[in-house]
Nanobody, 123 residues
């Protein structure tokens, strides 16, 4: 059974940092792309970042602008999202997901999803 379990969310002041983790289990993910998405109340789910597990190639949403960094730890089968210079508009539920398809920015390409972790940025 595939499981993606996010952790690391919480409440932070604007300008602060958080590191989200996504622990993956239940299958071999070496041929997969791991992605982070977010969804704010009343808005569509939005692509944040993705990383190709085998090569480490990364992809970012346009709004990230150098503030977020995605990385992976092969030994722990865990993907991280380091978020710096957080803004109130970054407030959302952040989801980890996995896909073996090429459309890494599209929610519909992802087969597996975690339950999400809340990030709240206060001004």
């Amino acid at each position: 059974q595939v499981q993606l379990v996010e952790s690391g969310g919480g409440l932070v002041l604007a300008g602060g940092s958080l590191r989200l983790s996504c622990a993956a289990s239940g299958r071999t993910f070496s041929s997969y792309v791991m992605g982070w998405f977010r969804q704010a109340p009343g808005k569509e789910r939005e692509f944040v970042a993705a990383i190709r597990w085998s090569s480490g190639t990364t992809y970012y949403g346009d709004f990230v602008k150098g503030r977020f960094t995605i990385s992976r730890d092969n030994a722990k089968t865990t993907v991280y999202l380091q978020m710096n210079s957080l803004r109130p508009e970054d407030t959302a539920v952040y989801y980890c997901a996995a896909t073996k398809y090429l459309a890494v920015r599209s929610t519909t390409a992802y087969e597996y999803w975690g339950q999400g972790t809340q990030v709240t940025v206060s001004s």
